[in-house]
């Protein structure tokens, strides 16, 4: 798993040096609050958290964005309570309806999502996926504080085809270089 991580955010810092062109000089470094709302997992918990990520712009209105959200919750259930934990890594290709990192924008993702869940003091398991491999859609918006840092609000919906799924919401601050 961390080997993964580490392959990814090389692989993404790669993308990002070699995205850069005079024309685009922008990428992007946020970090975000929200929840993620298992769909086909059996239960109906929303799990809250938050995470970061990195975006470069790859023209004028596209953006290569990649993101790790850490969420969690504890449910109770029966005489005890399950701690659950869920990694969610994905990466998008988002479309600026003004220019890169400003205004509406959609979004096309797939990912990597993991569940730990941890049974504590007596209570029963409750169904949920292990870990899938999401695809989907987001629609987001940004809007700039200053020259630099920037509002990120953004909803995303996707499933792994015939299988579970989340729908997220997240909103966080963005810092432009």
Do not use: C
């Not at 790669?14 to 922008?26: C, D, I």
């Not at 959609?106 to 870990?131: D, L, Q």
């Amino acid at each position: 798993m961390i080997r993964t991580l580490l392959i990814s955010l090389f692989a993404l810092a790669g993308l990002v040096a070699s995205a850069q062109t005079n024309e685009t000089k922008n990428a992007r470094v946020h970090a975000f609050v929200g929840s993620l709302n298992g769909i086909e997992w059996g239960n109906e918990y929303g799990y809250f958290g938050g995470g970061f990520g990195l975006s470069a712009g790859m023209g004028k209105h596209w953006a290569l964005n990649t993101e790790f959200g850490f969420y969690g919750r504890d449910i109770k259930n029966g005489s005890g309570y399950i701690d659950r934990n869920v990694f969610d890594m994905r990466g998008s290709v988002d479309f600026y309806f003004s220019r890169a990192f400003r205004g509406f924008y959609v979004g096309a993702f797939m990912g990597y999502t993991n569940v730990k869940s941890t049974v504590y003091e007596g209570a029963n398991p409750i169904a949920s996926p292990n870990s899938f491999v999401p695809m989907g859609f987001q629609l987001g918006f940004s809007a700039p504080i200053t020259n630099r840092l920037d509002l990120n609000l953004k909803t995303a919906v996707g499933s792994q085809p015939g299988g579970p799924g989340a729908l997220t919401f997240n909103a966080g601050i963005g810092y432009r270089f």
